[in-house]
């Protein structure tokens, strides 16, 4: 609504609904999708959807949980976040430039720029204290040191290792 309040024309609904209405069909600068990739068995049919939907040298942003991510795999089953047949699909850095070459997209940029793993994991820690057998990311979660966990939480995001991804494509021109 806000988009439309600011005088962008949307399409909001199912992907494949957009792609059947000529209007649409190779006609925007700009596709979104947020957090629907995961729960997707088939995303590079989902990807290639999107890229019928988007003009020559277009854009498409995703969202979504990344395989990657810290919380997800120091929790493994554990993690709220792996929650099958909700979440299907955990996507990683390297599955993500995998699924985007097989889809001919172009990979602008990958980010996870996530705020809440080390949160995620201190909880479940301080839940459960078999959550977490790795005696340094132990001796992290517990810190009394709040600054530790800040840095470290920062760290994850400069290295791409939150659970949280964003992913800017583009479809070649």
Known sequence: EQCRSLGF???KGFAEEAVTDTHWRESTDLVTSFEVIEHLPEPL???STLKQM?????????????GDGFDIRILGNRSNAVSPPHHLTFLSQSGVRI????????L??????????????RSALLADDDAVTDPDIRE???SPNEGIRADYQA???????????????RRPS
């Open 9 to 11: 024309e949307t399409f």
């Open 45 to 47: 049919t989902f990807l």
């Open 140 to 142: 992290i979660m517990t």
């Open 99 to 106: 699924l985007l070459r097989r889809a001919e997209l172009e």
């Open 54 to 66: 988007v003009r020559p040298g277009g854009l498409i942003f995703l969202t979504g949980l990344c």
């Open 108 to 121: 602008v940029s990958f980010t996870t720029p996530g705020k809440l793993d080390v949160d995620i994991v």
């Open 155 to 169: 760290r994850l995001v400069a290295d791409c290792r939150s659970s949280h991804m964003w992913i800017m494509a």
